[in-house]
């Protein structure tokens, strides 16, 4: 999902599919600013929901918004967790990535595409992965990519795809980034790739009954994981 008031983008994809078999289906939708906002809300929630009902998807990957992006951020905010809704209530497991981490993602190796992603990048990089002659909405384009590596962390952590198979920027986005923090006794270097951050990047839905609204207990890394970022501290 690519929420968004003014052009809510979705697409299906499926990871075994072959060329255009790849993308199942997609679009986008619109609504008036005349509009109540809260029926604006509702409308897409019930499009997720009917979405939800056709295509009976394994999990859910959505374009959260952007960090510190202003007044925006709260009504993109706001719709987000509208659309999780249907959801949450169907219990199906859901991934986030924020505009910058998408891109990141779609540059592949950051080393060979230089410069900034643009929509039509984006648009692009749906193209060679469903070998389709065709550009496709740029609203539908994000919803696609949201859904081709939100697949590809699902099955990193399942250990169905291992570390070695994940493109520089996967490896990046998922297993290897880091950041800074001050303690008492110093800096200490925290790991923040999307594998360590369940219930904040990612959610298990699919883990919690019907009836509770607790968490659940956070899985173990995958060994394969482990091991790879072991194997990176030697070579350092």
Not at 69 to 97: N, Y
């Amino acid at each position: 999902m690519d929420p968004s008031l003014k052009a809510y983008g979705w697409s299906v994809h499926d990871s075994l599919g072959i060329g255009l078999n790849r993308r199942i289906a997609s679009g986008h939708e619109e609504t008036l600013p005349s509009t109540v906002p809260v029926a604006r809300f509702l409308h897409f929630q019930s499009l997720i929901s009917n979405l939800i009902k056709t295509y009976s998807p394994d999990s859910v990957c959505v374009e959260s918004p952007a960090y510190s992006a202003g007044p925006f951020q709260t009504i993109h905010f706001g719709l987000m967790m509208f659309s999780l809704v249907p959801v949450f209530e169907a219990r199906i497991d859901c991934v986030l990535f924020d505009p910058a981490t998408l891109k990141l993602l779609a540059k592949e190796d950051t080393s060979k595409k230089k410069g900034a992603m643009t929509k039509l990048d984006m648009q692009r990089r749906v193209q060679m992965d469903t070998m389709d002659p065709h550009i496709i909405d740029n609203n539908e384009a994000d919803a696609y990519l949201c859904a081709l590596y939100g697949t590809r962390l699902i099955e990193l952590m399942k250990g169905i795809i291992s570390p070695t198979q994940l493109t520089p920027s996967e490896k990046q986005v998922f297993v290897m980034r880091t950041k800074k923090i001050k303690t008492i006794t110093g800096i200490k270097i925290k790991r923040i790739g999307h594998i360590f951050r369940e219930n904040n990047r990612f959610f298990e839905f699919s883990k919690i009954p019907n009836g509770s609204v607790a968490l659940p207990k956070k899985n173990e890394i995958n060994p394969t994981v482990l091991k790879f970022l072991e194997s990176l501290n030697e070579q350092a």
